[in-house]
């Protein structure tokens, strides 16, 4: 099993912006497809986005055009960009290989006040 550990997280007012980082314990991201995804209280993890080896992107409804994943292969981090953050963004957020699902991490809490 990987280890992922997110970072990143915080306070954030409505149209702020953070980034969040994944750093895991082998060198993973040239080789799989990496994706981030977020949980509320009482509700499922949901799919955020992901970024396959070749760098292609796909993105849920909800963030596109305000989130950007990318990976830093030098630095061994997957990063999520978020930008224009809304209340409804607020959640813990994780990383993980997309079609090979791992333990996951404790997240990262990101928290948006109207």
């Known amino acids: 099993q990987v280890q992922l550990v997110e970072s990143g997280g915080g306070w954030v007012q409505a149209g702020g912006s953070l980034r969040l980082s994944c750093a895991a314990s082998g060198t993973i991201f040239s080789d799989n497809t990496m994706a981030w995804y977020r949980q509320t209280p009482g509700n499922q993890r949901t799919f955020v986005a992901r970024?396959?080896?070749?760098?292609?992107?796909y993105y849920a409804d909800s963030v596109k055009g305000r989130f950007t994943i990318s990976i830093n292969n030098a630095e061994n981090t997957l990063y999520l960009q978020m930008n224009s953050l809304k209340p409804e963004d607020t959640a813990v957020y994780y990383c993980?290989?997309?079609?090979?699902?791992?333990?996951w991490g404790q997240g990262t809490q990101v928290t948006v006040s109207s």
């Open positions: 993980n290989i997309f079609y090979r699902i791992q333990t």
């Open positions: 970024i396959t080896p070749g760098g292609t992107t």
